[in-house]
């Protein structure tokens, strides 16, 4: 025999926290390996990679701006994801946040009033929760499994988005490429330093990881939505409204994806274009258990997304890689954390230590 | 209960000997060099309360857990059993506490699928089946489908399939838990006639008195060791209950019985058909449960229980609003939370995952289900009122944690019995409806959860308490009635009825009772259902 996984007589808190860490490890050394493999240098292309991006003020603005949909879709899975609620269409949610409020954007072009803006996001809030609570509404009254059901809405949502900028919404000056008419000023969201494309987005973005840390751990509705995620029949028991609770989370997932796809429109695309998202709602899921669905390690874990996607860009451009490179590192850090994850409920155990160690730690107890 | 007639006999030949056997678990020391030693046609009792490692001790005979040290010899030859198919080879039997029965196949079919090969022969197994059931006086129709069967019937089947092959040690773990008096002493006879022919049976139990009444020698475990070695008939229980709980652990005593004050519960013809398939349909149940009396309900396990006591706690809405009555208006369509508001308090059946989340604290457990006392402000949870409400909670009832902090799941079931029961009694309810209260707990605790049912009934609670262990409900009602094929006998006081009178209640003998009251519906059913009780004596 080589090693043993040994179950633990208790979850360790310690390796909860120590496995994303471990995860990090893993994906650079094998990510190092690969570039060694493709011929380069595998410490000058990890640095191309993740640090060359975020080594001058562009930079680090630029991984503000991608930070933020991957950071408000994260936080919003957190909360579903808690009361095991398998919301995977952030994406989708996202998508059609940003075309809810490029359809209100267009028909506003003229407007310049102050309200305009706050219009354009509530439209998007409202276009993501709508997409979520489709979902939530089939879970509550026909049963339907909420993974399939949001996975397939995507897809309904990137076609209806890529019907409308060639259709209803496609710019009538726009010498028929597939894209809106460029928003009224009004509509924008304000740029917050100058000279970068930093954007008020990042601001409700950090808002809602305060908003939900605070719904989380210090509310009766958070409380339930745990309990409801831990142990359903206890939350049955104790008469909390377990559907109810679904369309709560549902729609507050819902909201901030579509927030998100909002903000990307009215910020630094500033039209309705077909590609918006690079996939955002996707890293998301990646992102909410990476941050071990807790706000404040989500936030770091968003930032890491953000420069995992920024640096797959500039291995293209410095070092001939195809872009591919971006979901490698991601799918290399989900494999890596959900391998990792075994290690809290089980602890290794090597060829050479014998009966003796299980004794001892049993003693412990 | 008869007493044993053979007596035992030391010299008889050894048919299996466990010697200095010691199981890890982690975190856990199941068993502790333990030794062991069943002769040719002795019936060897193996004592114990729930955690002491009597079913990890007959997992390693019967092959499905291998012991980390210690040695087994049968009949006379060192041996390593592999696992459950070689036991069986050798000709151990087992008989678990939970079945492994297929509800869609027949009888036959059952035995067939655990023989293998064996079994090819349809019709002669279904007349071995046949024969082999009258022999030792346990009818059996070979064709019927299991889920057709009653509890007492199916563990017949579970035997049966023992029987059918060449048996030389059969191990029943607590056989007894899902039978009726009277199917307890059926299962007796035919276990004597077995020990008879030679075959040795290792008889897992709680139950002292049974132990008394059926078993040669009894070892009795305690955390994972041999604490003591005994002739039961003998010993009386108390000294057997010494060497299960050792010295410091107080055992039973008497309450006195009171009578009630005014109604508080008032069920009227509460009829309730179930959801699941292999449910039961409550039929016609009507029962009042008063301020300061403990109302008991007896019945084997899968007879309507949990039906009721859904329907009593809200998770299941009743259609007809009227049946459950609270003393402000009918409750029936009200949820959870809205009956809690009105005074009851439950504890139901599954202590770790139901009546307490495993993962979560203590502290945040305490607020599961005391949240209605002021622990919430604007929708925010009151964290310091949670702390001290759980702390309360665990000095008040002597619940054993390093703090409140502790996860539900790391508390022993005793334990965490104490605090969920706290919970409910610390919110100081109206009504509080127990399942199976003392369950797999051991007897300190067990004492413990009976004088709080006790104290909270003479500060005037009204208390129902649904459990299989009619010992308990002897013990501490003030009521009795029990339950059968979701229909509920005549509720008597509990001095009033005998062991018997309940006996023939959970086998569904009641319906003359109470002719006038019964729906056409109800009266076959019970009719049936007599008719089938009385079948299977």
Known sequence: ??????????????????????????????????????????????????????????GLAELCVKTTPILLCAIGLAIVFKAQVWNI????????????????????????????????????????????????????HFNANEILTTIMFNYIALNLLIFSVH??????????????????????????????RVHAGILFALLAVVIIWVLLARSFIGFQIKVLGLDASAARLAGFKDKKLVWITMLISGGLAGLAGAGEVAGPIGQLVPQISPGYGYAAIIVAFLGRLHPVGILFASLLMALIYMGGEMAQIELNMPLAITGLFQGMLLFYLLACDVLIGYKIKFPWSGMDTVTSRAEQH | MNTPTVSSNPDRPKRLVMQGITKQYPGCLANDSVDLDIGVGEIHALLGENGAGKSTLMKIIYGVVKPDAGQLIWEGETIRIKDPAHARKLGIGMVFQHFSLFETLTVTENIALALGNEADDMKALAEKIRSVSARYGMALNPQRYVHSLSVGERQRVEIVRCLVQDIRLLILDEPTSVLTPQEVDTLFITLRRLAEEGCSILFISHKLNEVKALCHRATVLRAGRVSGACIPTEEDASSMARMMVGDETPISMDYDKVQGQAVFLQVRGLNQRSDDPFGVDLKNINLDVHAGEIVGIAGVAGNGQEELLAALSGEDIIKNHDAIHFPCGPVGHLCPEKR?????????????????????????????????????????????GTESFAKKIIKQFKVKTPDSGTHAKSLSGGNLQKFIIGREIMQNPQLLVAA?????????????IHQALIDLRDQGAAILIVSEDIDELFLISDRLCAICDGALSPIKPTPQVTLEEVGRWMAGMFDELLPDEKTPEANIVSLQSTAAAVKTH
């Open chain 2, 340 to 384: 809690r508001r009105k005074g009851l308090a439950f504890v139901p059946e599954e202590r770790l995952g139901r009546g307490a989340v495993p993962d979560m604290s203590l502290k945040d457990n305490a607020l599961l289900t005391g949240f209605l006392t002021g622990l919430i402000k604007n929708g925010m949870i009151d964290h310091e």
């Open chain 1, 1 to 58: 025999m080589f090693l043993k996984l040994v179950p633990r007589a208790e979850h360790s808190r310690k390796m909860a926290y120590l496995s994303p860490l471990l995860a990090g490890v893993l994906t650079l050394i094998t990510g190092g390996v690969f570039f060694y493999l493709q011929g380069h240098d595998p410490f000058f292309a990890l640095k191309t990679m993740l640090y060359t991006p975020i080594s001058d003020t562009y």
């Open chain 1, 89 to 140: 269409g952030a994406e989708g949610q996202l998508l059609i946040g940003g075309l809810a409020a490029s359809a209100l954007a267009v028909n506003i072009i003229e407007v310049e009033a102050a309200w305009a803006m706050p219009a354009v996001m509530l439209a998007g809030i409202a276009g993501g929760a709508l997409w979520a609570l489709l979902a939530a509404w089939l879970k509550t």
């Open chain 2, 436 to 448: 199976h209260p003392t369950w797999g707990v051991d007897i300190g605790a067990a004492t413990a």
């Open chain 1, 167 to 196: 259709g209803p919404l496609k710019d009538p000056d726009g010498y028929n490429f597939p894209e809106s008419a460029m928003f009224g000023d009004a509509s924008l969201l304000p740029i917050l330093v100058e000279d970068t």
